[in-house]
């Protein structure tokens, strides 16, 4: 299995960020937040994410630096399993950001469930939606 975490699955466009907080859904799992949107699945990578930890509420940067590594690796080793294979099925692609918002680092087993409830519940909007229009060659 490659559990690599490749460039390509970074979100790094600025308006597809903008997007995403602009015309999103959002679900919660306390301490993380995701905000995703659906799109069709040809147009980039399946699935591209970001991770925000806010500085206005984890004042150090270790600490910030151990949650986003703590939120990388929940999402990389859960991604394949719970998220890349349903979105295959689906046709649709997904833009995730996720945003921790607790004042206090949490333990990495904390991350990890909560990493797998939010993707599940991704999986499983994007099971629910309609497939995306193929668009026509001319």
């Not at 799992?29 to 799109?39: D, E, G, M, S």
């Not at 206005?56 to 929940?74: G, Q, S």
């Not at 394949?80 to 996720?98: H, K, M, N, S, Y």
Request: net charge positive.
């Amino acid at each position: 299995m490659d559990y690599k975490l490749n460039k390509d699955e970074k979100l790094c466009s600025r308006k597809a960020v903008d997007l995403l907080f602009s015309d999103g859904k959002s679900l919660m799992a306390f301490p993380l937040r995701a905000a995703y949107r659906l799109r069709p699945q040809h147009e980039r990578h399946p699935v591209q994410f970001l991770i925000s930890i806010p500085k206005k509420r984890i004042r150090k940067a270790v600490n910030r630096v151990l949650l986003r590594r703590r939120t990388r690796e929940a999402y990389r080793l859960n991604r394949r399993e719970l998220l890349l294979q349903p979105l295959r099925q689906t046709g649709w692609g997904v833009d995730i950001a996720f945003v921790y918002l607790d004042s206090t680092p949490a333990p990495y087993e904390v991350i990890n469930e909560k990493m797998i409830s939010l993707l599940n519940r991704i999986a499983q909007a994007a099971a629910n939606q309609q497939p995306p229009q193929q668009e026509d060659p001319k």
